[in-house]
């Protein structure tokens, strides 16, 4: 097992059987102190005093040596108790001494861990004897107790990276009334694991954080451990019971259904993991578990007049099916109020949980399962148990809803023992639509304007789990099992993903309703529209931006198409006069299609680009006008600054003080930029760089969904048939980025020739 390097820095100083390791763990002092002994150290200030381990050496050392000049005394009985009380004393002192230094040291050790990233970032790579994961500089600073201060947060800030610190310490309870709760469940070792004498290489830290001892070999074949360390709102051992699962996990989701909330259970993690056990497993699952409570708290007077009622479909394949009705094929549509309704769902009015669990039943038999390497009977599809409240005098509305997920097994098809097209298709299906369901869940924790439902049937008929009141707890559930490290790390990171966009989140400020999570903008009551609604309708005309994308190649770290742009949050007005300023829209580059306002601004940009590009030909090359337009001296040129007298730097006057040059007074051979050109320029510039950036996620994606499409079609007609495909959307993104490009260089050659030398 391997430690951070500090922690080893600290402490590799002796061999802890060696005598006065106890001192020498202390730090060292920079000058040598052959000078002191025992006399003078105890004339030492107390608390300055960090010598001890070097006194102790020192005088033995000397003593060695003979070197001890002192004056001989005969000891007398007198002397024993001074002696004793003196020694007494000065071992408190000294233990006194250590404590505070080793806390120094601790301090120390955490500073250099959580702040000096930089310190970090550069002993990562090299230091590859430590072995252990070194985590990104957007970590967050931390409490007290290794939480995450909301002010501290920097970026995008990963849970995973509260690290280190977390071993044996004590942590508060997280909030079990967060909008995204996000949990970890660690099945216990199955009898395959315990024959193959398998470790445990998941240990709980405590019980929000756990560890990951991943087994690795370097490549001259030396295994070694690499350590990863994560938080999350709770993590749960592998002799945790269902009943402690539930309560704080779907517990806090029943009573919110009551409150007239939407909620979302669901489980995440590779197959055999434990997810239908700890979903959907008719004894102690968490449904019903959470059917008690519903049915106990629909005995209160003030729930009389609600009922509840179930149903359960599959997604299977990117399409659904009522479980409860014969797998008929149903359609996921939205009512008049954009609620989601399953068109079609047989729904059973259930009061009590005998009853439910018959139904349950009943329909779970009907669900796609199959055999893979790892569970005999594993869940080919995402099954949605539903528990609606609805008036008992109105069949139509929903009061509140929960729904179970045990969503399909997350990892890889290879890993799946998929061999043949039907398995890997249903694999790439289950990724997609897993990534799909991530990037809602992020979108909803930052309250991002647009929430790519339509991405999957499985987040369209989820849609409502996300927007408005709605909450939503995530279970990832992992094997303990060494030969899983991978899958078991992939769960991880999918969830803490999940959860550390919770830090950009609180970023931005706490929330102002009275439960966390619910300030902005949410509340609303049931069949309000809320502008999430809204926006859900503006997305579904623009459903080529969601193209779907396979977490296993997508490679979200190089290339979030999520993040936000940096241009266009730190300039959102500049857009706007950008498209409405005459400059942009010169005579040589204005748009002739009549349409022109009624185009948004991205697709007016594209264009306006697209049409410089097309006009390329007829426009002298950037780079002949600007050095026509340059074409000066060489102490003249611009570019010169340091040759030449420079713009804004003071200069003296006759008098010789110092004066600043402005604009009326011109400098000879510096161009003359009029300021409005010059922030024109900039605008012009920055609309260059969004539509590059667009270009460039739209490649990613592009590459993504190829990838995908590769490895998971078979039949080689169809591949060439996208594969041509993919060729050809690739020429067009390509054009428009160099459109954008050329653009901006005749943008570079238009402004110089506009300017008077
Ligand atoms: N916490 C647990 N305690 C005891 N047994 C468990 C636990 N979790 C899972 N198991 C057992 O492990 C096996 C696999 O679990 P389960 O079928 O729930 O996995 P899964 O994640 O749903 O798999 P798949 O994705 O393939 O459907 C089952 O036999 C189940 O009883």
Not at 169 to 178: E, H, K, R, Y
């Amino acid at each position: 097992m391997s430690y951070p390097k500090s922690y080893n820095d600290t402490s590799s100083t002796a061999s802890p059987t060696s005598p006065g390791s106890f001192h020498t763990r202390l730090p060292q002092p920079q000058s040598t102190t052959t000078t002191l002994t025992a006399d003078s150290s105890s004339r030492l200030p107390g608390p300055r005093s960090r010598r001890p381990s070097v006194l102790t050496l020192t005088k033995s050392s000397a003593f060695a040596s003979g070197q001890e000049q002192r004056p001989s005394r005969t000891r007398t009985v007198s002397d024993v108790g001074r002696i004793e009380s003196s020694s007494l004393q000065r071992t408190r002192v000294l233990e006194r001494r250590a404590a505070a230094a080793a806390a120094a040291t601790a301090a120390e050790v955490r500073r250099s861990l959580l702040v000096d990233h930089e310190e970090l970032e550069t002993t990562d790579s090299s230091d590859e004897e430590k072995n252990t994961r070194r985590y990104r500089a957007s970590a967050p600073l931390l409490d007290a107790y290794g939480v995450p201060s909301a002010s501290g947060v920097k970026t995008r800030a990963s849970m995973g990276a509260l690290k280190y610190s977390t071993n044996n310490t004590v942590v508060p309870p997280s909030d079990l009334n967060q909008k995204i709760r996000v949990c970890v469940r660690k099945r216990p070792m199955n009898k395959k694991e315990m024959e193959r004498s398998e470790k445990d290489i998941a240990p709980l830290l405590n019980t929000r954080s756990i560890q990951i001892n991943e087994p690795k070999l370097k490549l001259d074949l030396t295994r070694y451990i690499e350590q990863h360390t994560f938080i999350f709102d709770d993590v749960f051992d592998a002799n945790s019971k269902n009943t402690s699962v539930y309560e704080r996990t779907a517990f806090p989701l029943v009573k919110y259904m009551f409150e007239g909330g939407r909620a979302t259970c669901f489980a995440y993690g590779q197959t055999g993991s434990g997810k239908t056990f700890t979903m959907l497993d008719p004894n102690h699952g968490l449904y019903v578990l959470a059917a008690k409570d519903i049915f106990a708290l629909l005995k209160k007077p003030e729930n009389e007049h609600l009922s509840a009622w179930i149903g359960l479909y599959e997604i299977y394949q990117g399409h659904i099916y009522d479980l409860l009705n014969e797998r008929k094929k149903i359609y996921a549509r939205e009512d008049a109020k954009r609620n989601v309704i399953i068109s079609g769902l047989r729904e059973y009015p259930i009061d009590n949980v005998g009853n439910l669990i018959q139904v349950f039943e009943f329909g779970s038999n009907e669900r796609s399962t199959g055999s893979t390497v790892a569970n005999d009977s594993s869940s080919r599809s995402h099954a949605v148990l539903q528990i609606l409240l609805k008036p008992k005098n109105n069949r139509k509305k929903i009061y509140g809803k929960l729904s179970f997920i045990d969503l399909a097994g997350s990892e890889r098809g290879a890993d799946r023992g998929e061999t043949d097209i039907k398995t890997r298709m249903e694999g790439a299906e289950i990724n997609k639509s897993l990534l799909a369901l991530k990037e809602c869940i992020r979108a909803l924790d930052q309250d991002k304007r647009h929430t790519p439902f339509r991405q999957s049937q499985l987040t369209q008929v989820l849609k409502d789990s996300f927007v408005g009141k709605s909450r939503t707890c995530m279970i990832a559930t992992i094997s303990p099992g060494g030969s899983n490290s991978e899958h078991t790390l992939n769960t991880l990171r999918y969830a803490d993903r999940v959860k550390e966009l919770k830090g950009a989140k609180n970023r931005r400020g706490p929330a102002t309703g009275g439960e966390e999570g619910e300030g902005e903008g949410e509340g609303e009551v049931e069949g309000e529209g809320d502008e999430d609604e809204e926006e859900y309708a503006e997305m579904d005309s623009n459903e080529e931006y969601y193209s779907n994308d396979d977490s296993d190649i997508l490679d979200e770290e190089t290339f979030n198409v999520e993040e936000e742009n940096i241009f266009d949050v730190d300039f959102p007005h500049e857009q706007d006069a950008l498209i409405r300023s005459s400059a942009f829209a010169s005579p040589s580059h204005k748009l002739a299609d009549s349409s022109y306002s009624s185009l948004d601004h991205q697709q007016q940009q594209h264009h306006q680009l697209h049409h410089h590009h097309q006009q390329q030909h007829n426009q002298p090359h950037t780079q002949h006008l600007l050095q026509q337009q340059f074409s000066l001296p060489s102490h003249h040129h611009p570019m010169h600054l340091g040759d030449g007298p420079s713009y804004t730097s003071p200069r003296l006057n006759q008098w010789g003080s110092t004066s600043l040059h402005t604009a009326s007074a011109p400098i000879p051979g510096i161009i003359q930029f009029d300021s409005q050109q010059m922030e024109e320029f900039v605008k012009f510039h920055r609309a260059e760089i969004r539509e590059a950036t667009d270009c460039t996620k739209r490649e990613s994606k592009l590459v993504a969904n190829i990838s995908l499409d590769l490895s998971s079609n078979q039949d080689y007609e169809g591949s060439s048939h996208q594969f041509q495909k993919y060729l050809l959307d690739l020429d067009d993104i390509l054009e428009r980025k160099m459109a954008a490009v050329e653009a901006l260089r005749d943008r570079i050659s238009e402004t110089v020739s506009q300017v008077e030398l």
